[in-house]
């Protein structure tokens, strides 16, 4: 799911869609407008789930995508060698994600608590409570 936004409205550490995969705005830089055209902004991305860098350019007063982000908590029922098992904590629906980086594995275990996103229907842990 996602929402038209301005592109002159966004800014830097905001999120958007590009190229159809939800990315954090890591670089934003708008031009002046020109003899011949409107103000132009160039934006560049890091994807949400798969890490790549995207970029584009296009007026400031274009529409853009934005991805409509939940955060939600769940707790660890397993874990996998390719995925994790988690429960929701509000309507108790079990699911499976990708693990997520290195850094945030080696504290997972059985029972602990963590917040996800779920983004345009895929879910990705992002912290460990606790």
Not at 76 to 94: A, R
Not at 99 to 115: I, Q
Request: glycine share 10%; hydrophobic share 35%; proline share 6%.
């Amino acid at each position: 799911m996602s929402k038209p936004v301005e592109l002159g409205s966004l800014k830097k550490g905001s999120y958007i869609i590009i190229d159809g995969e939800p990315c954090r705005i890591v670089e934003y830089e708008k031009s002046k407008p020109g003899k011949h055209g409107s103000a132009k902004a160039r934006v560049v991305g890091i994807g949400i789930f798969d890490g790549a860098k995207r970029s584009f350019v296009s007026p400031v007063d274009s529409h853009v995508e934005v991805p409509i982000i939940e955060k939600r908590s769940a707790q660890v029922i397993s874990m996998g060698p390719n995925s994790v098992q988690l429960m929701d904590l509000e309507t108790f629906e079990v699911f499976e994600v990708e693990p997520p980086e290195e850094e945030l594995r080696s504290r997972l275990e059985t029972g602990k608590e963590v917040e996800y996103w779920r983004v345009m229907g895929r879910s990705k842990i992002m912290r460990v409570k606790g």
